[in-house]
């Protein structure tokens, strides 16, 4: 069998995607995982997939059998918004260019099954709200703090070259000596 597919529900919990079905975990033991159809209650679908654990590299012991039609498009709009999420937490593009990425990656049925533009940017601005970690708005310029993260370079160089606070007046003079030395 091959690897499992995983996406995360909206509430950031794992469903399990096989053969245009979701399932929730509904058990764990030692042995297995037994994954519940997400479709179980609106559908009263008793479709259960067991597997060997809940990670990537587990197997499906025992296919389950639903009692409603596969519904795949759902599940590819689900992947699609999963990696959406994932690639706003990692990229440093604007929001427009990581969401045309992921739709420019997806077929043209699932793009029309996908939310609105303005609502996926949306998705992505909330994302990286929630996992980027950027300090507050200050209110003047002597309750700003800067974390040490912001004082360097990607590569370690030291950015903030002068941090000065006189009778109340605060300058902050951001550059490297690289920078400096090509003025010269």
Not at 41 to 50: A, D, L, P, Q, V
Not at 103 to 118: A, G, H, N, R, W
Request: net charge positive; glycine share 4%.
């Amino acid at each position: 069998m091959s690897n499992l597919i995983f996406v995360n529900s909206q509430k950031g919990k794992k469903l399990l995607s096989y053969d245009g079905y979701l399932h929730s975990l509904h058990r764990s033991t030692e042995n297995k995982c037994i994954w519940r159809c997400v479709e179980f209650i609106k559908y009263k679908c008793k479709g259960r997939c067991h597997t060997t654990n809940d990670e990537e590299s587990g197997e499906i012991i025992k296919i389950p059998t639903h009692s409603h039609p596969p519904n795949a498009d759902k599940v590819n709009v689900k992947e699609a918004i999963d990696k959406l999420k994932n690639e706003a937490k990692t990229s440093c593009e604007p929001t427009r260019n990581v969401v045309s990425k992921i739709v420019s990656d997806v077929s043209k049925i699932t793009t029309s099954k996908l939310p609105p533009i303005d609502m996926l940017s949306q998705t992505v601005r909330r994302t990286r709200n929630k996992y980027n970690d950027y300090p507050t708005n200050p209110i003047n310029i002597t309750d700003l703090i800067l974390p040490d993260q912001y004082k360097v370079t990607k590569t370690g160089v030291p950015f903030l070259l002068h941090d000065i606070n006189k009778e109340g007046k605060r300058s902050l003079i951001f550059t490297t000596e690289n920078n400096l030395d090509f003025l010269n």
